[in-house]
Each structure stands twice: as C-alpha cells, then as structure tokens.
C-alpha cells in the first residue's frame, strides 16, 4: 500500500489551495509550482516548497508534465495531484508520473485515456446501458463536402465538442449548415490551445436542457459510490456559472436512475479515484451521456457541502489504497458561484490588473475557495476564475439568498469581475424558481441581470465628493475645525467631477453642512451623519446608508447596500494635451493577447457583426466583428501576433467616411 509524505500540486490558482490544505490537515507535506506570473501567487505560499516553472504560457510550464516529474524528484514528493484543468485529464501524463514511480493522485492511466477519447467513451458507456447521443468525429482531413455530410446525417442543431478535453473549451453550437466549417475551426483552435489536441466532433444538441452530472468515487477495492447529481445548467459560452445540489429538476425516482447510470460508467471502466459523469437531462425528463471528467470537478465543494465528505482526502486516501466508506446521505443544499475576472456587460471580456481590494465575508454558511488576495495580480496568461462562492443551508431558497448576500457585500476592487451577474442570475424569478435550462443567459441579457439600483449613482457620487473632502480636511494642518471650502463671502460652491462607465460625467457641487447636489439637483433629504476618507453615514430622501469608500489614486471603488460603483474623479483644470483618438471604426484588443485568425483583408467590403479576427486570451478565443458595415481599411495584425490591451487591431471604415 503506497505511502504519501510528500505531495507536489502541479496545479495553480484556487484549486492548488485548496489541495494543499486538505493535505496540510492529514499530515502531509505540499510542494508548488509556479510560472513566472505567479510568483506571489497565494498558492505557492500556501505550500511548504515550491519550484519555478521558467516562462509564462501554460503550454512552457504547467502543461510541461517532464517539468512537473523532475520538480517532484527535485523535492523528494511520492505523489502528484493535477487539480482540474492543465494535464489532470492527460494519460499520458499520468505514465509519466507512475514511470518515475510516484503515485498519480487520479484513476488509471488507460482509464483516463478511455474516457478522453470522448466517441469512444460514447461507445463503450453506451454498451454498459448508460444513454448516449448521437455523434460523429470530424477527421483532420475532412473536406467541406464529407463536413456537411456529417452534419446532415445526425440534423442540426449540433454541438461541436473537443474530443479530448472539457470545462466549455473547443465548444460551439451551430444552429445552420452554413455555420459548421466556421465553428469546426474555431473550435479545434481553441481545443489545441487548452489540451494540445485539436481533435473535435459533432453531437445531436438537445433544445432547453439541463446539464445534471453524477459525483462517482471508486476505490482499489471494486467499489463505486454515486454521491449524488449537481445541477451545473447556469453557462455562458458552455462554462459553467452557478452549481448546486440538488438539483431542483431531479426528483427521487430520477436521481435513482441518474444515480445507477453513473455506477454503471464507473464500473464499466473499473474506475478508480474521484470522477464526473455529466448527462444533458431533456424538459421531459429522459438523460443522455455527455462525457465523463476522469478528475476533481471545479463544481466539488457543494458535494463536500451537503454529504460532509471532504473529496480531496478521500482522494489522497483511495490513492494510497485505502477503500471507501459507506454511501453518505445528502442533507440541506447547496449552491457555488464563479467568480471570474471578466465584465459580462462588454460581451464577457476578460479583465486584468491588480486587485486592490478582495474581501469576501465567510460568514456561517459561506465557503470561500480563492486562488487571489488583496494585491494580487490578474494576468492575460491563464483561467479568469478568481475564487468559488458557495452557500450552505438547509433549504435551496436560504442557501439562494445567503450565496447573493455575500456576493452583494464583497469588495472587489481593481479588476471587473462577473459579480452583479451572479447577484442577478441568484435573484431572477426564474432562477428562484428552479426553472433554469443551459440557455438562461441567452434569454436574459448580462446588461438586464447587471442592471444598478436607479439611486446608486447619485448616492455614490455624493459620497466620494464627501469622502474626499472628509480626507482633505484631515489632512489640513491649519484651521481643522472648519468645513472644506468655507469662505467669509460665501461665492461659489466646491465642485467636483467624476467620470463612470454608465453614462456621461457627474458632477457634485456642495456647501456644507446642507447643500449638496448632483448635476444641479439638491440631493432630496441630505443628513451628512459622519463623513470620513473610507466611510460616510448618509441619509437621503428618509433612507440611511453607509457608504465604504476605497480610493486608489484617481480612481474611487464605492459598496453599499445599493451596490457597488467606480468612479474616476477627473482634474479640475485639466493639462491641454493632444488628441490622440484612434480613427473611427477603429477596433481595440480588450486586453493582452495572440491573434489566432485573420478572417478579412485589408480594402475587403464587410458587413456589421462580421468576424474580422479572433484574439486568444486567458485561455478563449475571442471573436472580433465589424461593428458596422464598411470596408477594411487597416489591419496591422496577423495570426500568432502578441498584442497589448487597447491596440489597434484593424479600422473599419463606414461606407460614408471611405468615401469621403
């Protein structure tokens, strides 16, 4: 029976810190590893050793699995645990790992290659009783004609999926036949990025499912467990949002037969280790087999929530040959949400940048896995995931109200983040109803689910104008006592101007302790109760609130109960300087990355919402279209090119202005 003294994590982020604490508790040592960008990331601090990984891009360090083993030798660790993501799905990784005759904390090497091979795995599973969709493999000399002929056979709409990997990546739905060889190459692109394999099929897509998947552990011993489904049916772009368990379309006959299905897999392949197997469920109740993830899910805590099982140390514990304890009993619910670095309202792009501020309240119920603290840097480099929010309680609705509350109260400063999204999807009547499909976030906009209390921006504005006069004051080393901008001729009031994302500029101009107003409008019931650099107690129109203020140069991050702002306050006389605009029509990278594909040529006619490229950033691919239609009139970049945040990455000109 093999022996773990010493663990080496080839993991980063949320998911590294979390292994390392479950092991921490069982007495054994953790090793890290870290590229370049995470030198000081909270996970390499969280281990007892950690070991450079030389570069930055996933594909030069923690997808360099002859790395990993060597910094295992190097630290003297018996066994390798690969988190999800990166190499935790990668049979051939985990030989390596066993060829160096250290413990691969995950099944077996050819089971993991079984499973990865999703059409075979289709075929195998479907064999054992388990109900598969119809599919086919796109070969990689497919032409355009034996494409649309594989695409008619098994009827749109379809999904095209990564045959070896998972977590949304390499995934597209095509509704039309003129769509498919587009959303083929996209997807094998980013398949190839994520998994270094860009092999992808086809598969029937059912309408308005849900996305329910099994928990299944098996041990040395034959034994497999089901621990009960999780509803994962809140996505965008196919990763997954909003977890829960139960779910609140399964009952218990059902959760029978999903429950049975999942064994079944699990014995069909022998499997050993924690494992996944994902089924899409129909509005009328019949399941098929998605895929089966032969690792830890993202999504794991909310069984850990509501069995009282800790799935890492029941890991660590089967890889050392132990066997499995009784099947547990699911009590209460359970509900996680992900918090990425990605502003949902901009088409869900990726943020970057140091977070100035992430507190997030753990209170009783609340369970906060975080791969980032206050002064941690967001990169370009990897997953936007920055922590895992999720609410235990004995009822689902509680456990809704208790994950929103927290989400609503966190500071997050810094870096755009899918908070108010979350709040939103949390709160909707049709979420709280457990009536959401895979397709909620196409049938809601980010923009509605986002949308602000209509008082937060006055109330906010006034807040910071009197915050930063509260912070002058204080600072003040003659005449203290009195109000910020007092004068024996009372003549014009102090102003101030903020700038936000909303709408235009804000302006503020107040007269204390009675007067203020924003845009010229008194302020309706203005009671200044206290008024300091990080906190103001202010009443308006018969409502008091407290106000939190964090400002960081310019820059002033506002929380309250009304919700959270930005404000930018801009320089009374600003310096003349000059205008630097980019051309109109021009399009600008959101953020650092690679151009992957150039679909146009410079003085090409196109329309409004055609693809002109594609930028691959944090592990996506990001399409950029025509804003409008017009013509091509710069295109600076090509295929494999590096860009910055804010570079030009082509102009189009409206038809008006080129012909001007």
Sequence with gaps: MPLIRRLLIANRGEIAVRIAR???TMGIDTVAVYADPDVDSPHVAAADQAVRLPGDAAADTYLRGDLLVEAARTTGA???HPGYGFLSENADFARQVEAAGLVFVGPAPDTIAAMGDKLAAKKLLGAAGVPVLPGGIVREDAKAEALDALGARLGFP?????AFGGGGRGMRAVREQADLARAVAAARREAGTAFGDDTVFLERLVERPRHVEVQIFGDSHGNVLALFERDCSVQRRHQKLIEESPSPAVDRALRERLCAAAVAAGRAIGYVGAGTVEFVLDPAGAFHLLEVNTRLQVEHPVTELTTGLDLVRLQLLVAQGHALPDAPVAVGHAIEARLYAEDPVRDYAPSVGILHRFEIPETDGIRVDAGVVTGSRVGPHYDALLAKVIAYAPTRD????KLAHAL?????HGVRTNRDLLVGILRSPEFAAGDADTGFLTRHSAADLCAADPAVSAI???????AGQAERRAAARVL???PSGWRNVRSADQQVTYSHDTDGPTTVTYRLPDHLAIDGKPLPGLVVHAAHADRVDLGADGVRRTIAVHRVGDTIYLDSPLGASE????????EPAESEAEPAGSLLAVMPGTVVRVAVAEGEHVVAGQLVLAVEAMKMEHEVTAPHGGVVTHLPVGPGEPVDAGAVLAVVTAPVEAAG
Excluded: F, N, Q, S
């Design 22 to 24: 479950t092991a921490h």
């Design 78 to 80: 018996d066994a390798i």
């Design 158 to 162: 379809l999904l095209v999926k990564a």
């Design 398 to 401: 509680e456990a809704c109200r």
């Design 408 to 412: 609503a109260r966190a500071r997050l």
């Design 460 to 466: 906010h504005a006034a807040a910071a104008a009197l």
């Design 480 to 482: 203290t006592g009195i």
């Design 567 to 574: 404000l930018i306050e801009l320089p009374r006389l600003p």
